[in-house]
């Protein structure tokens, strides 16, 4: 690939990358929009073939269709714009719900719809974009670039407190103690159904789905996935769904999302992991509308970061931080308990 320098481009053309390729003499025919996908994996295929219809990639010099198919030696050349990548942040000024900040960290609280951090599909808007803004440096961790500061994350449409690292003492610190799993965290949760008993650990390896890399599958027989452990506690029992504690001994992907599946009660409207279908309760249209009705009040999985521990960097003091339950979740609660109600 020759790349074409910021100093030989106009300001406004200096996102874009100059690219050419040379077809290798072994290389088997091929349709020219999947050879270029194949070079590209940030480029989807439509937008390839985008630009080979506005006449943007030629093969030796000539302008060619989505259908040529490419031969030993060729020439592709072409221009694309360039990838953004996750380094890059963007500060963004944003309001950022602040729980507790001194010199060396701060607690912020993160609503239900915003991502954590910048990302394919979400470069702006995004957690980090706003403490790009308010901070002017924060560190990074090797293998964390792009994610200035973060030293966990919760899930776009899960709610909660996060443990902002402000310097390079306080993120080795904190780190140590997430990957020690020496700190508390407790989520609550409202899932479909009622446990059969009022307590229970879950400590089941989690891992990669094998159909789908993007949802988190429970591997019971330990022959997959990564160590697990998710300990839970029913607060209060509301006939058809259960609203539970959480606690996290571990800390995977969506672990007490897949957790929860596992055990045969979703997290309620998850859409990942079927919660988002009435898996409980009668046939009765006035009980559906009621389910939809809970839907669109809560149109997220039922899952907030209720509570973080941990130990202060410097002070080494035992810190403890607790959030109130979100509305949207409260309102469906609210709606679980008259319906408990009523129909008793």
């Known amino acids: 690939m020759t790349e074409i320098t910021n100093e030989e481009l106009p300001e406004e053309e200096s996102y874009f990358d100059q690219y050419e390729f040379i077809v290798d003499p072994g290389q088997r025919p091929i ?44 020439v592709i050349t072409f221009v694309m714009e360039r990838a953004r990548k996750e380094t890059e942040v963007v500060a963004e000024e944003m309001p950022l719900d602040i729980r507790y900040e001194d010199d060396h960290l701060m607690v912020v609280y993160k609503p239900a719809g915003m991502v954590v951090h910048p990302a394919h599909g979400n470069w702006t808007g995004t957690l980090v974009n706003g403490l790009a803004y308010y901070f002017k440096n924060l560190p990074e961790l090797p293998g964390n670039s792009g994610r200035p500061g973060l030293v966990h994350r919760i899930d776009k449409d899960t709610s909660g407190l996060l443990v902002i690292a402000k310097s390079e003492r306080a993120m080795t610190h904190l780190a140590r103690q997430f990957f020690d799993h020496s700190t508390s965290r407790s989520y609550v949760a409202l899932v479909w159904g009622e446990p059969a008993s009022d307590e229970g650990t879950i400590d089941v390896p989690i891992g990669r789905g094998v159909k789908d890399r993007k949802v988190m599958q429970a591997y019971p027989e330990g022959d997959a996935g990564k160590s697990a452990i998710t300990h839970w506690k029913v607060i209060k029992r509301l006939r058809y769904v259960s609203l539970l504690s959480c606690q996290l001994e571990t ?87 008259n319906y408990v109600k009523f129909e008793k």
């Open 251 to 337: 800390g995977r992907t969506h672990q007490i999302r897949a957790h929860m599946k596992y055990m045969g009660h979703p997290l309620f409207n998850d859409a990942v992991y079927g919660g988002d279908k009435i898996l409980k309760g009668t046939q009765f249209s006035k009980y559906k509308t009621f389910i939809q009705n809970c839907f669109q009040i809560l149109p997220r999985q039922a899952l907030h970061a209720q509570s973080l521990g941990f130990i202060h960097p410097v002070s080494e003091k035992k810190l403890f931080f607790e959030s109130e339950i979100p509305a949207d979740m409260l309102g469906v609660l609210d709606k679980w308990e």
């Open 31 to 74: 349709r020219i929009d999947k050879f270029i996908t194949d070079k590209l994996a940030y480029v989807t295929r439509s937008r390839v073939q985008q630009s080979i219809v506005s006449g943007i990639v030629k093969v030796n010099g000539e302008v060619v269709k989505a259908n040529y198919k490419t031969k030993a030696a060729d």
